[in-house]
């Protein structure tokens, strides 16, 4: 079943891979409020331990809020770890969007753990990086 759009979607992988909607404020009237129409985008947040011990309770989720929803916006600033095989489902996320016509993105610029991950491996050459990343694209 497809949440309301007025939910947003959380996951913390090390919760045995559970994730839990969490209700934006509505009116009294039950109409949106501003938080609810900031974006198209069903805000999806990742924390704790994102890395190859929890990455097969990851991709079904994103997988998942890539076919309910035509814009995906990804926040992971409550990451505890980040590896590459997270980088590299973010890459295969973002590209399987393009392929079908939506939209995925980063809630915010990388920061934390996430940024640590990419400047590790390279993500982040001086002066080319990637808009992705900086949560513009």
């Known amino acids: 079943t497809t949440p309301p759009a007025s939910r947003t979607r959380f996951l913390n992988p090390s ?3 559970r994730y839990r909607w969490h209700s934006l404020p509505a009116s009294s009237d039950g ?3 501003v938080n609810d129409t900031l ?3 069903a805000p999806t947040r990742l924390d704790g331990v994102l890395t190859v011990r ?5 991709r079904p989720v994103l997988l998942q809020a890539l076919r309910d929803q035509p814009a995906v916006r990804l926040d ?3 990451a505890e770890s980040v590896d590459l095989s997270f ?3 973010l890459l295969a996320a973002r590209r399987s969007a393009q392929q079908s016509g939506r939209s995925f993105s980063l809630a915010a610029p990388a920061a934390g753990a996430l940024r640590a991950a ?4 390279g993500f982040l050459p001086v002066g080319g990086a990637d808009p992705f990343w ?3 694209a």
């Open 39 to 41: 974006s198209d985008a």
């Open 118 to 121: 990419l400047e590790q491996g």
């Open 87 to 89: 980088i590299q489902l």
């Open 134 to 136: 900086s949560g513009a």
């Open 54 to 58: 929890t990455i097969a309770g990851i």
């Open 31 to 33: 109409t949106p409020t």
């Open 76 to 78: 992971c600033s409550a």
């Open 15 to 17: 919760e045995s891979y």
